[in-house]
């Protein structure tokens, strides 16, 4: 079983900047695959981007890339996504998400535990 809870969101004006991390329970965090996803209110839960266990692999969303960069720290137990340059349109709770398998994938289904979310508002 494997707890994960974010942190680092909050209120921030267009073009500012944010950290997000989630730190997870468990022995095995360094072989779980990680991620970030989003839910915009009304909207459904969308990938925003994935890291595999080594950290030797990261994919992002065309939306997020070059603005959004996820890493992960594995002797902490934690992963993070910096967040700059962020847009009225990056407004969303952002979830955390660990999946068994070594792949990143953009799927929802994919993951098999999930942190609680927290709430990114960016301001124009």
């Known amino acids: 079983q494997v707890h994960l809870v974010e942190s680092g969101g909050g209120l921030v004006q267009a073009g500012g900047s944010l950290r997000l991390s989630c730190t997870a329970s468990?022995?095995?965090?360094?072989?779980?695959?990680m991620a970030w996803f989003r839910q915009a209110l009304g909207k459904e839960r969308e990938f925003v981007a994935g890291?595999?266990?080594?950290?030797?692999?990261?994919s992002h969303a065309d939306s997020v890339n070059g603005r959004f960069t996820i890493s992960r720290d594995n002797d902490k137990n934690t992963v993070y996504l910096q967040m700059n340059s962020l847009k009225p349109e990056d407004t969303a709770v952002y979830y955390c998400?660990?999946?068994?398998?070594?792949?990143?994938?953009?799927?929802?289904?994919?993951?098999?535990?999930w942190g609680q979310g927290t709430q990114v508002t960016v301001s124009s």
């Open positions: 890291i595999s266990w080594i950290g030797g692999s990261a």
């Open positions: 468990g022995r095995t965090f360094r072989t779980y695959t």
């Open positions: 998400a660990a999946a068994i398998d070594g792949y990143i994938q953009t799927g929802v289904g994919h993951y098999n535990y």
